[in-house]
């Protein structure tokens, strides 16, 4: 089992729409947890920590689920700009990072 | 978060060559690492640049094939050795700092990535 699984999408979605997907991960003892946004031949880019039960940043919304072992990610009144691969990284301690392979997401005018 | 600038930005490299890539933040930092993210793929972790000693490889990357130098605490470079058209890929480093904005967590911030094609 991978250390980090997401759904790739693509999620396709109106301007407007809200979208949510999830990132599970195998480490029971993690204890960080990040959401990365990487636009095409970009770097990733931080987007929001998790920490606690979640967190908000404006439309963002990001939840952790200790006890299923997933965080989620949700994106409210999606803009175009949304338009991105988002990454979910779990820390393995030690200071690493895992990353999950991405999810897609395309928000269509 | 922190200015991270990598050189060369892109490259086109001939098979059996090395390309050594820079990576130069602008603040003091104590973790710095060295990633791959290859065509469609996710971010593998290469290696911890440890300043002062030897790098910390992953599972899967040795030293001979990617030797990695960190004299001081802004600066690290990244070799990739012999190259094949396997190694071609983004190789980006990045930085662990604490984020005073975020309840003190610990935060990896990314410099912008060495495209790397080889023939």
Redesign the interface.
């Known amino acids: 089992r991978k250390e980090v699984e997401q759904d790739p999408g693509p999620f396709n979605v109106p301007e407007g729409a809200t979208v949510a997907f999830n990132c599970t991960y195998s480490n029971s003892a993690s204890q960080?947890f990040?959401w990365y946004r990487q636009d095409c031949?970009?770097?990733?880019?931080?987007l929001m920590?998790v920490?606690s039960s979640g967190n908000e940043d404006g439309r963002f919304t990001a939840q952790l689920n200790r006890a299923s072992q997933y965080i989620s990610l949700l994106i409210r009144d999606s803009k175009l700009s949304d338009s991105a691969t988002y990454?979910c990284?779990v820390?393995l301690g030690d200071?690493?990072?895992?990353?999950?392979?991405?999810t897609t997401v395309t928000v269509r005018a | 978060?922190a200015v991270i600038s990598q050189k060369p930005s892109r490259d086109i490299c001939q098979r059996g060559t090395s390309l050594t890539i820079q990576c130069q933040v602008d603040s003091q930092v104590t973790?710095m690492?060295w990633y791959r993210q290859q065509p469609g793929?996710?971010?593998?972790?290469i290696a911890?640049a440890n300043q002062g000693s030897e790098a910390t490889y992953e599972s899967g990357f040795v030293i001979d094939k990617f030797p990695i130098s960190r004299p001081n605490l802004t600066f690290s470079t990244l070799t990739v050795s012999n190259m094949s058209p396997e190694d071609s890929s983004i190789y980006?480093c990045s930085v662990?700092i604490t984020?005073y904005e975020?309840?003190d967590?610990?935060?990896?911030?990314?410099?912008?990535?060495t495209?790397l094609l080889v023939l």
């Open positions: 960080s990040f031949r970009k770097e990733p880019k931080l920590s920490y990454l990284a820390n200071y690493k990072l895992s990353f999950g392979a991405g | 978060s973790m690492f793929q996710s971010l593998t972790l911890t980006l662990e984020d975020r309840s967590q610990e935060t990896q911030y990314f410099g912008p990535g495209r």
